[in-house]
């Protein structure tokens, strides 16, 4: 995101945000300085892109990948896409979403992807989405496990757990469909094994 929109509305909103949802926060050391990674974090509820915002500086680099129907919403989509976030049709092949993201982390810019591609209330219900280790292997970055505590009542502390970088495993020069699916799937069992799930 990294721009003056989302750096004005990071110090408008960011405390306020933490005050409302205070958060148990660690490993914010793992997330790389010198190159992007693929945040890959556990989905359970709206607040969670939110709270991640929250919790990271100012001017971190950073785009969203969001369901193309946010951007339908009046005021919603204009915002979202001022903040750096990007549509994904997630029913179908949407080649253009993917070319947007590589061509994010091409850029320096770190990328958020919820893998479950949904909001999910019983962990492990889901199966994780392949675009995410699909993106990361053709851009050459690591995938980071991100969790986000699933309790996200009004003052109830909120566990935000980034885990360690890794280089999704793959064979070849771009890898196979079931390479994609089996890093997509261990990035978001590292992400709930952070959790204690």
């Given at each position: 995101m990294s721009n003056r929109y989302y750096e004005k509305v990071h110090d408008m909103f960011h405390r306020m945000v933490l005050f409302l949802h205070p958060v148990d926060l660690a490993g914010v050391e793992n997330i790389p300085e010198d190159q992007p990674v693929v945040l890959c974090a556990n989905h359970s509820g709206w607040m969670d892109p939110v709270l991640l915002i929250a919790v990271l500086r100012r001017n971190f680099s950073m785009r969203i990948m969001a369901k193309?129907?946010?951007?339908?919403?009046?005021?919603?989509?204009?915002f979202i896409r001022n903040m750096g976030g990007f549509?994904?049709?997630?029913?179908?092949?949407?080649?253009s979403a993917v070319k947007t993201a590589i061509q994010t982390l091409k850029d320096g810019k770190n990328l958020l992807i919820f893998p479950?591609?949904?909001?999910?209330?019983k962990p492990g219900s889901v199966r994780a989405k392949a675009g995410a280790a699909m993106i990361a292997i053709r851009s050459g970055v690591s995938m980071l496990p991100v969790y986000i505590g699933r309790n996200q009542r009004l003052f109830n502390r909120i566990?935000?757990?980034?885990?360690?970088?890794?280089?999704?495993k793959y064979s070849g020069r771009k890898g196979t469909a079931e390479e994609y699916?089996?890093?997509?799937d261990e990035v978001l069992r590292r992400a709930y094994e952070l959790g204690g799930l």
């Amino acid at each position: 995101m990294s721009n003056r929109y989302y750096e004005k509305v990071h110090d408008m909103f960011h405390r306020m945000v933490l005050f409302l949802h205070p958060v148990d926060l660690a490993g914010v050391e793992n997330i790389p300085e010198d190159q992007p990674v693929v945040l890959c974090a556990n989905h359970s509820g709206w607040m969670d892109p939110v709270l991640l915002i929250a919790v990271l500086r100012r001017n971190f680099s950073m785009r969203i990948m969001a369901k193309k129907q946010l951007f339908s919403i009046p005021l919603v989509g204009s915002f979202i896409r001022n903040m750096g976030g990007f549509p994904v049709d997630r029913g179908n092949s949407d080649v253009s979403a993917v070319k947007t993201a590589i061509q994010t982390l091409k850029d320096g810019k770190n990328l958020l992807i919820f893998p479950e591609g949904t909001r999910v209330r019983k962990p492990g219900s889901v199966r994780a989405k392949a675009g995410a280790a699909m993106i990361a292997i053709r851009s050459g970055v690591s995938m980071l496990p991100v969790y986000i505590g699933r309790n996200q009542r009004l003052f109830n502390r909120i566990p935000i757990r980034f885990g360690k970088p890794f280089l999704p495993k793959y064979s070849g020069r771009k890898g196979t469909a079931e390479e994609y699916q089996a890093n997509a799937d261990e990035v978001l069992r590292r992400a709930y094994e952070l959790g204690g799930l």
